[in-house]
Nanobody, 124 residues
Framework: QVQLVESGGGLVQVGGSLRLSCAAS????????MGWFRQAPGKEREFVATISWNGGTTYYEEDVKGRFTISRDNAKNTVYLQMNSLDPEDTAVYFC?????????????????WGLGTQVTVSS
């Protein structure tokens, strides 16, 4: 019902920035809370950031606070993740996800729809 497509990943040097975008299809985007998760090889999927349906509430994983910013533009059916001061520890596949609800959540199992991911690689 909802399709999500991430873009904006790539290779960046330490200290650099990237802006990820997640384009959503379907009419439910504007009433769905959104999240970003990431997964590095050999590690489990990790919460990164979440935003409520209207952008009024955001929440971040501790390691990315002050460096990453999640935002959304419901008119464009798009959610963003601005990533600054990137570190090799940020290297992972980043996934966009949509909840079947309006409130933020840090739990992957509370998200119903997922994109296929976009690779972010931070080199030294």
């Amino acid at each position: 019902q909802v399709q999500l497509v991430e873009s904006g990943g790539g290779l960046v040097q330490v200290g650099g920035s990237l802006r990820l975008s997640c384009a959503a299809s379907g009419r439910s985007f504007s009433t769905s809370a959104m999240g970003w998760f990431r997964q590095a090889p050999g590690k489990e999927r990790e919460f990164v950031a979440t935003i409520s349906w209207n952008g009024g509430t955001t929440y971040y994983e501790e390691d990315v606070k002050g460096r990453f910013t999640i935002s959304r533009d419901n008119a464009k059916n798009t959610v963003y993740l601005q990533m600054n001061s990137l570190d090799p520890e940020d290297t992972a596949v980043y996934f966009c996800a949509a909840r079947f609800g309006v409130s933020t959540s840090t739990r992957a199992d509370e998200y119903a729809y997922w994109g296929l991911g976009t690779q972010v690689t931070v080199s030294s």
